[in-house]
């Protein structure tokens, strides 16, 4: 069982540069999250899906887009990347959005930009 | 505003003892809190969760005490072993998706 796919697995991105983080999930989980980690910070939301077509704005979302087509993907796109934007990227599925799930994650995607 | 704070960045502990992780928060809305491991290059797994009904959870070598008037849980390892050495992220919840995560400790069990 894959679980959460996550790719690429690293990126170096030039300031200004669209960008397309991919997550894609095979647990038939209803949501979906993106996290970026930051030294000296905790995982922060950046932006939430409750499930196939519907997606919310998490902690950080400036700066960011996302879509859910289907239940099992859900792109996180950088429209126009910052130095800023430099983190560690996680993407997470859940059963549902209700409280006391357990969130699984994915490996990761390492982007930097300059 | 850090709701959710891992003060010790680091923690070393000899193979066999005990480990003591501990995480404080300061949102009494909380009422769900997970324990999460993160090896390197890798993304963070679940370990142990609690409920604000409870003040004990365990599985195995792991115990995770909830103390809600402190506003204070711990996540006890016991005993420690080389392959408990990690990142370990406690996060809180009031009962939504919405999870506060800490910034994290980082545990070296020394064989």
């Known amino acids: 069982i894959a679980g959460i796919t996550q790719a690429p697995t690293s990126q170096i991105l030039a300031a200004g540069r669209r960008m397309t983080l991919r997550c894609t999930q095979d647990?038939?989980?209803?949501?979906m999250y993106w996290y970026r980690q930051d030294l000296g910070l905790g995982l922060r939301l950046i932006h939430y899906?409750?499930?196939?077509?519907?997606?919310g704005k998490g902690e950080v979302p400036d700066g960011y887009s996302v879509s859910r087509a289907n239940t099992d993907d859900f792109p996180l796109t950088l429209a126009s990347a910052v130095p800023s934007q430099t983190s560690v990227y996680f993407c997470?599925?859940?059963?549902?959005?209700?409280?006391?799930?357990?969130?699984?994650f994915g490996a990761g995607t390492r982007l930097s930009v300059l | 505003d850090q709701q959710v704070k891992q003060n010790s960045p680091s923690l070393s502990v000899q193979e066999g003892r005990i480990s003591i992780l501990n995480c404080d928060y300061t949102n009494s809305m909380f009422d769900y809190f997970l324990w999460y491991k993160k090896y390197p290059a890798e993304g963070p797994t679940f370990l142990i969760s609690?409920?604000?009904?409870?003040d004990k959870n365990e599985d195995g070598r792991f115990t995770v005490f909830l103390n809600k008037s402190a506003k204070h849980l711990s996540l006890h390892i016991v005993p420690s072993q080389p392959g408990d050495s990690a990142v370990y992220f406690c996060a809180g919840s009031s009962g939504t998706y919405k999870y506060i995560f800490g910034t994290g400790t980082r545990l070296k069990v020394l064989a």
């Open positions: 997470a599925s859940s059963e549902t959005l209700a409280g006391g799930n357990i969130q699984y």
């Open positions: 899906s409750n499930t196939a077509g519907t997606t």
């Open positions: 609690i409920s604000s009904i409870k």
């Open positions: 647990m038939r989980h209803n949501a």
